[in-house]
């Protein structure tokens, strides 16, 4: 049994027929062959981002990785023609990946809303609304 990269190379070089743009762009191919190229331990580590005239630009999660990588290149590269069934792929690029932040906002909201719990006002705008007011009023000596 043919892989699915493999029937659709045939395919698109045959010209027998058409297939939509998507399916036959060689970065789309390429980078959906990674999983199987690389194996699900690998993959869990990896991101194929784009694919530059032949090469594939893999991110990878730091400089560990990368080196290990580097030193299994020649046998990704092959099972990637395999999965593929040509050699759409002849270099692989590992660089590590940017440091993804978490969502600060989040984290600001969160802590508002637990310091409104206190007072036992659950809306934080409400919260700053109620302090204010508290604020103001033992300014003037109201409480």
Same mark, same amino acid.
């Given at each position: =049994?043919?892989?699915?990269?493999?029937?659709?190379?045939?395919?698109?070089?045959?010209?027998?027929? +058409?297939?939509?743009?998507?399916?036959?762009?060689? &970065?789309? @191919?390429?980078?959906?062959?990674?999983?199987? %190229?690389?194996?699900? +331990?690998?993959? *869990?580590?990896? @991101?194929?981002?784009?694919?530059?005239?032949?090469?594939?630009?893999? *991110?990878? &999660?730091? =400089?560990?990785?990368?080196?290990?990588?580097?030193?299994?290149?020649?046998?990704?590269?092959?099972?990637?023609?395999?999965?593929?069934?040509?050699?759409?792929?002849? &270099?692989?690029?590992?660089?590590?990946?940017?440091?993804?932040?978490?969502?600060? =906002? *989040? =984290?600001?909201?969160?802590?508002?809303? %637990?310091?409104?719990?206190?007072?036992?006002?659950?809306?934080?705008?409400?919260?700053?609304?109620?302090?204010?007011?508290?604020?103001?009023? +033992?300014? @003037?000596?109201?409480?």
């Amino acid at each position: =049994m043919q892989r699915a990269g493999r029937l659709i190379g045939k395919l698109t070089t045959s010209g027998k027929m +058409k297939l939509s743009p998507a399916m036959t762009d060689p &970065e789309t @191919r390429a980078r959906a062959a990674w999983q199987v %190229a690389a194996g699900k +331990k690998i993959a *869990e580590h990896t @991101r194929p981002t784009v694919l530059v005239r032949s090469t594939l630009i893999v *991110e990878v &999660e730091d =400089m560990v990785w990368q080196r290990q990588l580097n030193t299994l290149r020649h046998f990704l590269l092959r099972n990637l023609t395999k999965t593929l069934g040509e050699d759409l792929v002849t &270099e692989i690029d590992f660089r590590p990946a940017p440091k993804r932040r978490p969502a600060q =906002m *989040e =984290m600001q909201a969160t802590s508002n809303v %637990a310091a409104n719990r206190i007072d036992g006002i659950g809306d934080p705008v409400l919260g700053v609304l109620y302090r204010q007011s508290a604020q103001q009023s +033992k300014k @003037r000596g109201i409480a």
